[in-house]
């Protein structure tokens, strides 16, 4: 049975981080690129940011890039996302999702206010 | 601003047909395929459609997906109350190198 397990999130102030992982299992973690995808409250989802499986590649939201890194460890098939200069507008509901076979995560909630 | 184009709501009786467009570009719905997803708040998407048309094991043919140029279709069939969700299209955009997504379909069963 595949899973996508993510953790991390929570309650963060403005210009804060956090880091964001997600443990898959169930697949062969090392051959699918992975994504994270969010959505704002109100708001449909939007795309945030992809690794290649190798994690070479890495593709980033014009929203995102320069705050986030996508990264991930094959060897403990978890992916990451380090979210830093986090702002109000970065609240949202963030998923996990294999981009080649198209799992998703439950999710996992981040706020961003003072 | 999403890029795909979706109606906000649609609405129908139990047991009536719905249908719901997604509205794109040749740079995604044109030449990619497109997904659509059924999501309920607190939960994983859960994809309903992939490569345009087909439909993933466990997924009712009450279910079916359409493409014509740069737009995608989904249609519902029996709706039954459990089918109220907010649904989106999906696909890849080649000019973005992004994942691209409706802004959501809010579907309720009257």
């Known amino acids: 049975e595949v899973q996508l397990l993510e953790s991390g999130g929570g309650l963060v102030q403005p210009g804060g981080s956090l880091r964001l992982s997600c443990a898959a299992s169930?697949?062969?973690?090392?051959?699918?690129?992975m994504s994270w995808v969010r959505q704002t409250p109100g708001k449909g989802l939007e795309w945030v940011s992809t690794?290649?499986?190798?994690?070479?590649?890495?593709y980033y939201a014009d929203s995102v890039k320069g705050r986030f890194t996508i990264s991930r460890d094959n060897s403990n098939n978890t992916v990451f996302l380090q979210m830093n200069s986090l702002r109000a507008e970065d609240t949202a509901v963030y998923y996990c999702?294999?981009?080649?076979?198209?799992?998703w995560g439950q999710g996992t909630l981040v706020t961003v206010s003072s | 601003q999403s890029v795909l184009t979706q109606p906000p709501s649609v609405s129908a009786a139990p047991g009536q047909k719905v249908t719901i467009s997604c509205s794109g570009s040749?740079?995604?719905?044109?030449?990619?395929?497109v997904s659509w997803y059924q999501h309920l708040p607190g939960t994983a998407p859960k994809v309903l459609i992939n490569e345009n048309n087909k439909r993933p094991s466990g997924i009712p043919d009450r279910f079916s997906a359409s493409k014509s140029g740069t737009s995608a279709t989904l249609g519902i069939t029996g709706l039954q109350t459990g089918d109220e969700a907010d649904y989106y299209c999906?696909?890849?955009?080649?000019?973005?190198?992004?994942?691209?997504f409706g802004g959501g379909t809010k579907l309720t069963v009257l």
């Open positions: 690794v290649g499986g190798h994690g070479d590649d890495t």
């Open positions: 169930g697949f062969t973690f090392s051959i699918y690129a």
């Open positions: 040749s740079s995604n719905i044109g030449n990619n395929y």
């Open positions: 999906g696909t890849w955009d080649n000019s973005l190198s992004a994942d691209v």
């Open positions: 999702r294999n981009s080649g076979e198209d799992y």
